[in-house]
């Protein structure tokens, strides 16, 4: 049975798109980014395409491409066009499909929605959570939203050096499933990428 996997994280910056090259490279999976705003040159997408060695992955068009780095309302108001959610479609694939959000859950696509509102009932979401001052309200809020809606097939993945006292408050809790830890690296290549995804590869079958 193929899955849906929705990368999400508690805020920008926090490693989301590292996390989905190592999903989509320990699935063999396809990705797509529904919204990009800003460095359309180089995109999520084309950095995602970069890290990946197998040769199954597909990688899917962007819903949206905005030119400016913003919140996907305010880049669209700049293209001077409109995000709406039902121009969000996901691409169809007999594989399993990796699909990277845009910055955190409450993150607003237009005056109505958000990016939690593009998730659906049976996707399998790995929550990306950094280790900062803060990260931990924002970590157990957005498990909050989630729960919220009705979501229940929630995983944890850690990004950045460990921080004992961080992580074992946020897993007693959530009581979520923690699919694994993602280390700084000097540099995230192909071989760190395939040797992330090796490691994580079972646990993702505990969301």
């Known amino acids: 049975m193929n899955n849906i996997y929705f990368i999400t994280g508690i805020g920008t910056e926090v490693g989301k798109t590292m996390?989905?090259?190592?999903?989509?490279?320990?699935l063999e999976a396809d990705y797509f980014k529904p919204v990009q705003a800003g460095d359309l040159d180089n995109s999520d997408t084309d950095k995602v395409r970069a890290l990946i060695s197998n040769t199954k992955s597909k990688f899917h068009k962007n819903a949206?491409?905005?030119?400016t780095p913003m919140s996907p309302h305010a880049a669209a108001a700049i293209d001077k066009i409109e995000i709406k959610r039902e121009d969000i479609k996901r691409?169809?694939?007999?594989?399993?499909?990796?699909?990277?959000?845009?910055?955190?859950l409450l993150v607003p696509l237009n005056s109505k929605?958000?990016?939690?509102?593009?998730?659906?009932?049976?996707?399998?979401i790995i929550l990306v959570s950094r280790h900062y001052l803060g990260s931990i309200?924002?970590?157990?809020?957005?498990?909050?939203?989630?729960?919220?809606r009705g979501f229940k097939n929630i995983?944890?993945?850690?990004?950045?050096?460990?921080h004992s006292t961080t992580e074992q408050?946020?897993?007693?809790?959530?009581?979520?499933?923690?699919?694994?830890?993602?280390q700084e690296e000097n540099e995230f290549s192909k071989d760190v990428i395939s040797?992330?995804?090796?490691?994580?590869?079972?646990?993702?079958k505990e969301i």
Not at 155 to 162: E, N, P, R
Not at 169 to 182: C, M, N, S, V, Y
Not at 195 to 204: E, F, G, M, R, Y
Request: proline share 4%.
């Open 64 to 67: 949206f491409a905005l030119k």
């Open 91 to 104: 691409p169809q694939t007999e594989n399993h499909l990796v699909i990277e959000g845009a910055g955190g």
């Open 19 to 26: 996390i989905s090259a190592i999903v989509t490279e320990a």
């Open 137 to 148: 309200n924002h970590t157990l809020l957005s498990v909050e939203a989630l729960k919220n």
């Open 195 to 204: 040797k992330h995804a090796k490691a994580i590869k079972s646990k993702l």
């Open 155 to 162: 995983g944890l993945i850690f990004s950045g050096d460990k």
């Open 113 to 124: 929605d958000c990016i939690i509102d593009l998730l659906e009932p049976s996707d399998r």
């Open 169 to 182: 408050i946020i897993l007693e809790k959530t009581q979520l499933p923690l699919i694994g830890r993602i």
